[in-house]
């Protein structure tokens, strides 16, 4: 039987009492909900493995040799949007950008709790320190801002609301066994677009109401493990030329909160773009301090040329980030496994994969097989994953119907739950789009 039973009546109380507020969604501007829709409506073009061998030669989005030969890891690491150390976060809800260093210039717009910018200059005044700022939004602007509403270190933009404190709540989120003895069953999206995913379209109260649903029909297939459910947010979205829009501090917040009350884990998920995945999970690794939250990060959108090729982790990389979490784990004092995600459905995506390793506990690596179409094209894909046995954890994504507008993909028929759990390796971790 599912642990979700045993959790029911708790969850219940934690919602009475405290509520789902702030957990609405959020509006994004126009040119970002574009973007996002832009994005998905041109995603996997290759996505199974059956249908790319018949796709390999052609332009699409292979990554051709020359480009592999012309990655050299140095220099993107060396040519990134920032470092990492000349940046700081917002953290006031709302903080207006000046057009100069005074609060009397004109607003040139506002950012807000979480956004990170990049400092370009600092100024004193007699009131404040000024930081002259490069700000990512649709333009890539610039402005002046107040440094007194802003931290160095993102893990100061977290506190811990009592709703995180409570024992019981924690030992099942933080169990040992818990992704041994159960089937996670999550939810994929953005908030703020319908296309991207189920999660753009419901409200958090309704969207956790129709997972119980599908986290159920899982629960009852398999009378050995238990399912749980889980809420997979896509935290940094890939815009032209490699840049990435973030999600809203707060809108992250929301959604971790009420997952929380209603006993539902939350997966980060960042698409890299053209930073290095190092920096691209030091962005996240801060929400692992919440219980019931895990990672990811997508190959297929590692690179500074979206939709015109497929990027790629190599097993050094993952390696690298698999460690990255471990420490921020251990220095933080940080309890339970923390899954780490990748996803894969061609095998370009992942370069040297028997170099990685699992053995980077409390990290638990995930491979998980992506990929839309039919159930035989997305069985092979699978299978071509399971040869890699150095990760024994895999995961599988279905996509469901949304729209039979051009572009838009879905799985052809939408594979059950028995024909799920059929696969071999079975996945522990299961993910709707």
């Known amino acids: 039987m599912t642990n979700k039973t045993s959790i029911n009546a708790l969850a219940l109380i934690l919602i009475s009492t405290i509520g789902l507020a702030g957990c609405g969604q959020q509006e994004t501007s126009t040119a970002d909900v574009s973007d996002l829709e ?14 790319v061998e018949e796709q390999d030669e052609t332009a699409g989005e292979e990554i051709s040799e020359e480009s592999e030969e012309e990655i050299n890891e140095d220099e993107i690491e060396s040519t990134i949007f920032g470092n990492q150390e000349d940046f700081v976060y917002i953290s006031a809800d709302r903080l207006s950008v000046r057009a100069n260093s005074s609060e009397e ?4 717009g506002s950012l807000a709790r ?9 100024i004193e005044s007699e009131e404040t320190t000024w930081f002259k700022i490069n700000y990512q939004n649709s333009e890539n602007n610039e402005g002046w801002i107040s440094s007194e509403f802003t931290v160095a270190d993102i893990n100061e933009l977290h506190s ?10 924690n030992e ?3 169990s040992p066994t818990l992704f041994e003895d159960n089937t996670v069953v999550a939810y994929y999206g953005h908030p703020n677009s319908e296309v991207m995913g189920i999660v753009g379209r419901h409200p958090i109260p309704d969207l956790i109401s129709l997972l119980n649903e599908t986290t159920d029909s899982y629960d009852a297939v398999d009378d050995s493990k238990g399912a749980i459910p889980a809420i997979y947010l896509v935290y940094g979205t890939v ?10 501090y707060d809108l992250v917040m929301s959604y971790i909160e009420a997952a929380y009350q209603s006993g539902v884990l939350v997966y980060i998920d960042h698409q890299i773009g053209k930073h290095a995945p190092t920096f691209a999970i030091n962005e996240i690794v801060s929400f692992m301090r919440y219980p019931n939250v895990h990672l990811a990060l997508d190959p297929e959108w590692r690179t500074d040329r979206p939709m015109q090729e497929v990027g790629h982790l190599t097993g050094t990389e993952i390696n ?14 940080i309890q339970g496994t923390k899954q780490f995600v990748f996803h894969q459905f061609i095998e370009k995506m992942i370069r040297e ?3 990685i390793t699992s053995d980077y506990d409390p990290v638990l690596l995930v491979h998980n097989t992506s990929g839309w179409g039919s159930p035989d094209g997305k069985r092979t894909t699978h299978d071509r994953n399971a040869e890699t046995t150095n990760i024994p954890y895999k995961g599988f994504k279905l996509w469901y119907h949304f729209s039979d507008q051009a572009g838009v993909h879905y799985d052809d028929p939408l594979m059950t739950p028995e024909q799920v759990l059929d696969l071999d390796p079975q996945p522990g971790l299961v993910i709707y789009q």
Do not use: H
């Open 38 to 51: 832009e994005q998905e409506m041109v995603e996997k073009e290759d996505q199974n493995e059956s249908e």
């Open 105 to 108: 210039s004109e607003t040139l």
């Open 114 to 122: 979480g956004n990170e910018v990049k400092v370009l200059e600092e």
């Open 160 to 169: 811990s609301p009592m709703i995180f404190e409570d024992e019981e709540m």
């Open 172 to 174: 099942y989120f933080t």
């Open 239 to 248: 815009q032209p030329g490699g840049e990435i829009y973030k999600m809203d």
């Open 320 to 333: 690298g980030i698999q460690e990255s979490m471990r420490d921020y784990i251990v220095s933080n004092e």
């Open 353 to 355: 994969s028997g170099d």
